[in-house]
């Protein structure tokens, strides 16, 4: 059993993180290399989604027949249904909705990176952190600059560039990781 419960830990799970960084750069380099095939298809996944969702909904309103809240799970599954159809049908205009919902997520995705970043200060790689949040925000900002004209091409170049940040800010704190579990041993 190792001495340090943190070191035994970081070593059974870098290895992992390693692997899933890789994936992550990869996935980002693809997304700038054909954003339009990736913004039509993260259109595609969040109809699937939200017809997933839907349908959630209606089979809870089922359940709660005798509640009272029966009609409004109802309606909310209808919406949900609704609107990932629309998205499966015209993927290109549901592109222009998800533009603008993704700029609100990187917005608040750079908040919370940008805090999880100043949590880990101590730790080797957190300067990788922030400014993964930094260039998220930016990320965030550009979104709204160029929303609606600019939505085909947006959401698979940006998200790309901040799934391959984030990757690369994952693969930086792993080997750092990797560094302290070989410095603890």
Sequence with gaps: MSANPVSAV???SYRLSIILSIFL????????????????????????ILIFGGAVHLVYAWHTRGTGAMIWQFLIGIVYIIA?????????????????ALAAYLFAEAVLEFAFSLRLRPAQGWAWMM???????????LIWRVWPEGSLWVVGTLVGI???FSGVAR??????????VGATA
């Design 10 to 12: 970081i070593g059974r």
């Design 162 to 164: 901040s799934i391959l």
């Design 84 to 100: 990932g159809g629309y998205m499966l049908w015209n993927p290109v205009l549901g592109t222009v909705s998800l533009t603008l």
């Design 131 to 141: 400014i993964d949040s930094l260039i998220t925000l930016i990320l965030a900002v």
């Design 171 to 180: 693969l930086m704190f792993s080997v750092g990781a990797r560094r302290l």
């Design 25 to 48: 750069i990869v996935a980002g380099v693809v997304a700038i290399v054909v954003p339009a095939a990736a913004s039509i298809a993260a259109a595609v996944f969040f109809g699937w």
